[in-house]
């Protein structure tokens, strides 16, 4: 097993063409977008930490074609991370242990906003009905498009990455995975994520 943190950051390719990108893109209601919040477990409240981005949500006329698009392409990329790469190249043949990922989260970076440093190990993941599903292991991130400057994920303090349309990069989810986006200097970056639980 290797143990430098960079080895299980792992970026996909393949999975998501520049056409399926703008599909997702153009799906999406620009009129029911929130802004992004942080929830603090101490204090038990949202915050906001004032250059956050925006969230988004699709259509409803999209949410089944376009949501079962996104949903087939991430069970491909978890499949990839844990089933080919981690059990077959790593031999970390004894790890198996997922039972899903969330619906995705859009979310839209404007000129100007960023987002603060963080992991992703979430207190617990919620259906729509508020059952808890688990705490995440995974975190996934696909970029929907690449024309707008800045917006570099920076993981582990350390290591940066410009994702291109379509990519998609994956990460433990855990306090040794800290990431954050870089300010938005022009355009508007869109992208989706998702926890494996």
């Known amino acids: 097993m290797k143990t430098n943190l960079k080895d299980y950051i792992k970026v996909f390719n393949k999975f998501y063409s520049k056409k399926q990108c703008q599909l997702i893109i153009n799906s999406l209601d620009t009129s029911k977008t929130i802004p992004h919040t942080f929830y603090n477990v101490i204090t038990n409240t949202q915050e906001d930490k004032g250059r956050d981005p925006k969230v988004s949500f699709l259509k409803e ?12 392409q991430w069970f491909k990329v978890v499949t ?67 024309d707008y400057a800045g917006g ?28 954050s986006i870089k300010k938005i200097t022009k355009g508007t970056r869109h992208s989706m994520v998702s926890w494996v639980y």
Request: with cysteine.
């Open 61 to 72: 006329e999209k949410v089944e074609q376009v949501g079962s698009l996104i949903k087939d």
């Open 152 to 179: 570099e994920i920076l993981m582990c303090d350390k290591y940066k990455y410009k994702l291109k349309t379509g990519e998609t990069i994956v990460f433990p989810s855990n306090f040794l995975y800290p990431h």
């Open 80 to 146: 990839e991370y844990i089933l080919k790469w981690l059990n077959r190249e790593e031999k970390i043949d004894w790890f198996k242990g997922w039972s899903g990922y969330t619906f995705p989260k859009f979310v839209e970076y404007n000129k100007g906003t960023t987002m603060t440093n963080h992991c992703d190990h979430i207190y617990s993941i919620f259906s729509q009905t508020g059952e808890a599903r688990g705490v995440p292991i995974l975190s996934m991130i696909t970029v929907l498009n690449d």
